[in-house]
């Protein structure tokens, strides 16, 4: 027999979407934020030669600017004062969970400090993006003023101008990030990398379909990426729903002259508990140094920095090394970014603390440890699944020798997100419909008493 919910979420249609008041303006500002990020992707960075850089950039575009340039929404291409994206943010995240784990004060604010702990960590992170945000944004800057013509006038102020742009820009997104996350629908970080990737896919597919007529990429190589595609949509589908259901019981407890209890239920792990955050995390500590090693690359160098072309060129896509580290710190951060957000002692004393427990277990340690040896066999295969849909792409574009980047971290991206979207706008309709059946439920009862 279905559920309340389930039976509320089989009734929804049009008309609860159009009483949804609330879920209006949520995705009034969603849409809302999502211009203001599109519009910061197309102002430029003062002091910039746009010609020059744009014939810097087509040098690279393949490879690790071609990546970040999906990811920015194409603001790297036009060098706006949002090239930076998130990526300082993700990778202050990264830096903040990790230490949450190892260093014992922040591990305690994290276990036991509740909101407001949480609260703390995340000032921590913010502060942590400044610092970062303004290393790499140097970084780029120093790589600009060192190619030819980029910079009209090159020195102190232009450094100092540009580190400012691009780290303002980077905490104005990560602050309009959160304010979709509260005020808005879906993960605002995932929203923002996936407007971006959205943005910049019909040019991709119209230059691949330019390069098919004008006899620069085979037809078939073309159809076979096609069909790769779809199958990859499909795939991604299937795992992210998947689920390994624990069977859970609740014993009888009689209050009074009622009896609670006695239901069983089931304690659902996700395939792939890390969602897209893998990819990104692994892709925001790929794509950084190596930007801006490569714009120093096509600088004139000293002898002793010879080696920078050297690794730059080992980092592109389709080479063993980059596909190597790639999938190496994808497998890493999904069994990392799981043992973050899935405690299995928390769980069980939780199920210990209502009377649940898992068939043939005692309750407690018993029940962790096989939470723990079910979740790392799971998160194997998961791993496993994203790995592969992230690299393969990155060997065919290689083998073929594609002119610009259209990766599987990007597909699983707009995949994911979709899903947790409408996901959670399900979740929002149901929310309104249980409302207005309290709601009537109420003024019958008031009714009834008049």
């Known amino acids: 027999m279905a559920s309340a919910a389930e039976q509320l979420a089989a009734n929804l249609h049009f008309d609860t979407f159009r009483k949804a008041t609330d879920l209006h303006k949520r995705i009034a500002f969603t849409l809302f934020a999502m211009v203001v990020y599109r519009l910061g992707t197309y102002i430029p960075i003062p002091g910039i030669n746009l010609a020059a850089f744009s014939a810097a950039f087509q040098g690279q575009s393949k490879g690790i600017l071609g990546m970040f340039n999906m990811f920015s929404g194409g603001a790297v291409q036009r060098m706006a004062v949002f090239s930076l994206n998130v990526m300082p943010y993700i990778s202050a995240s990264i830096i903040v969970q990790l230490m949450g784990t190892m260093y014992p004060p922040w591990e305690k604010l994290r276990k036991e400090g509740g909101e407001a702990g949480r609260k703390t960590l995340n000032q921590y992170t ?208 999904c069994f990392f970014y799981t043992s973050v957000t899935f405690n299995p002692e928390e769980v069980a004393d939780n199920l210990r603390k209502f009377g649940g427990f898992l068939p043939g277990l005692r309750p407690g340690k018993r029940t962790a440890d096989y939470l723990d040896f079910v979740l790392t066999r799971i998160t194997v295969v998961g791993a496993a699944y994203i790995t592969v849909v992230c690299v393969m792409p990155e060997i065919l574009i290689g083998y073929f020798n594609m002119p610009f980047y259209l990766g599987g971290t990007s597909i699983l991206i707009v995949v994911s997100v979709t899903m947790d979207t409408v996901t959670q706008i399900q979740a929002h309709l149901v929310s309104h419909q249980y409302e207005g059946l309290i709601r009537k439920s109420r003024m019958r009862a008031s009714g009834r008493r008049r």
Request: hydrophobic share 55%.
């Open 126 to 333: 913010r502060y942590l993006t400044v610092v970062l945000g303004v290393l790499q944004a140097f970084g780029i800057a120093v790589g600009l003023q060192s190619g030819q013509g980029i910079v009209a006038h090159p020195g102190m102020l232009f450094l100092i101008s540009t580190t400012i742009t691009l780290t303002a820009g980077t905490m104005l997104m990560t602050w309009l990030g959160e304010q979709i996350t509260s005020r808005g629908i879906g993960n605002g970080l995932s929203l923002i990398i996936f407007a971006g990737i959205v943005a910049v896919f019909p040019r991709y597919v119209f230059q691949a379909i330019s390069l098919v007529r004008t006899g620069a990429l085979n037809g078939g190589a073309l159809l076979l990426i096609g069909v790769l595609a779809i199958g990859m949509i499909v795939a991604i589908v299937f795992f992210e729903r998947a689920q390994r259901r624990l069977f859970t019981q609740y014993p009888r407890r009689q209050e009074g002259n009622r009896i609670f209890g006695g239901e069983a239920s089931f304690l659902p792990l996700k395939v792939n508990s890390s969602g897209v955050m893998g990819p990104i995390f692994a892709s925001s500590l790929l794509l950084l140094p190596a930007t801006a090693m490569g714009f120093l690359a096509n600088a004139s160098l000293p002898s002793w920095a010879n080696w920078i072309p050297e690794v730059v060129g080992k980092l592109q896509h389709g080479q063993p090394a980059f596909i190597v580290l790639y999938a190496a710190m994808i497998v890493f951060f």
